[in-house]
């Protein structure tokens, strides 16, 4: 099961938030999934609305955001996904106001699953690596 649960996340960084491929949420996505990384705190509960609202979020503030996986540790029902993002900041991201500047910054992502779908989503970017680089003088 952790190899199938690797594919899937793998999934979720290359197609949902790099390509955004909002349809392939439907075949991840637990019913009762609940991604905490929604721009209002995941105030939405549970389902594809939060994962929907997170990445339509992201798309709309970083042109052009690649997701990059750069290692998938697995065990159990949980993935710790080592990520990278890539993109030119279009709005406001962790309270830096728009500068139109190109960054990247490093993500540890855990996610769990059931039965090869999300069920629960957090993310830990760096913060202030990307602020540097979007308010830099």
Request: aromatic residues 8%.
């Amino acid at each position: 099961m952790s190899e199938i649960n690797k594919a899937v996340a793998r999934r979720f960084y290359e197609e949902v938030v790099s390509q955004g491929k909002l349809e392939v949420l439907d075949d991840i996505i637990a019913d009762d999934g609940r991604d905490s990384a929604t721009p209002a705190g995941g105030e939405l509960g549970g389902g594809k609305a939060g994962f929907v609202e997170h990445i339509t979020w992201l798309r709309e503030n970083v042109e052009g955001v690649t997701a990059t996986v750069t290692d998938l540790v697995a065990e159990d029902d949980r993935v710790v996904v080592y990520w990278t993002i890539d993109g030119i900041q279009r709005g406001e991201i962790f309270g830096a106001p728009n500068s139109g500047r190109h960054f990247n910054g490093v993500s540890i992502s855990t996610i769990r699953f059931r039965d090869g779908r999300i069920v629960e989503y957090s993310v830990l970017p760096d913060r202030l690596g990307i602020v540097q680089q979007l308010t830099a003088v």
